[in-house]
Each structure stands twice: as C-alpha cells, then as structure tokens.
DNA sequence: CTATTGACGACAT
DNA sequence: CATGTCGCCAATA
C-alpha cells in the first residue's frame, strides 16, 4: 500500500542528484511537511522501490548517514560509491557542500 | 479509534 | 563538545 505522503516522499527522492545527499528534514519539507522527518524516515524504512529510488543518499541533519534497511554500513559503501566519501564515525565530509537543498 | 514505533531534530543539561 | 530528553508526523498493530 503506498500512501499519497510516501509516493511524494520517493517522488522528490528521485530528483537528488548523484553525489548528493539530502537531509530528512530537509525532504520532509520538499514534501510539504516540514516536521514530518520522522515519518519520512518511515517511507524510506519500507522502501517498496528499493533500487529505483536513492534512499541511501538521505542523511541525518547533523551530518551522520543515520540508518539503513539493510545495515547502515551498507548505505555508506554505496555513498563511497558515488563520490560521497564517509568518516569512521558515519559523518559525511564536507557535508554542508554534499548537501543538496531542494527547491 | 487508541496505543506504540521508527532510516529523526532541536534544545537542555 | 558529549549525552540525555522531549517533540514531531505518519504508518502499523
């Protein structure tokens, strides 16, 4: 079942350009719902477009990578893969210029 | 319909 | 600067 908020949700992910990352504040204001990071957070949990949509490109507002369905170490090898280079800690280097604002 | 949960955020300590 | 607590929204049980 795929709700109108989820569908914007992966709609407006997919418009993150490659080596880019969004925050999920950021994402849940894109969508309209400026306090809706956590649901955000759980459209992505489901992820029913798994390949298609880049949620691994959607990282915490504090600059760490956050979670991932499949193991959080999982979303930073795939951001590595796409020029996005990650610390130990799971912070994204230079992330205020990584980081992409929509709108 | 009410309660709980979750890939979070901001503020307080 | 590091940890803790409260608040947020939508989905799910």
Redesign the pocket.
């Known amino acids: 079942?795929i709700?109108?908020?989820?569908k914007k949700v992966y709609e407006t992910l997919k418009k993150i350009p490659k080596g880019r990352v969004v925050?999920?504040?950021?994402l849940?204001r894109a969508c309209g719902?400026?306090?809706?990071?956590?649901?955000?957070?759980?459209?992505?949990?489901?992820?029913p477009f798994?390949p298609e949509?880049p949620?691994?490109r959607?990282?915490?507002?504090?600059g760490?990578v956050?979670?991932?369905?499949?193991g959080?170490e999982k979303?930073v090898k795939l951001l590595k893969k796409e020029g996005v280079e990650v610390d130990k800690n799971g912070n994204v280097r230079d992330f205020g210029k990584r980081l992409f604002v929509i709108r």
């Open positions: 079942m709700t109108d908020f989820e925050s999920y504040g950021g849940a719902k400026p306090g809706a990071f956590r649901a955000v957070g759980n459209a992505l949990n489901k992820n798994a949509v949620c691994h959607v990282v915490r507002s504090d760490l956050g979670g991932f369905s499949s959080a979303k």
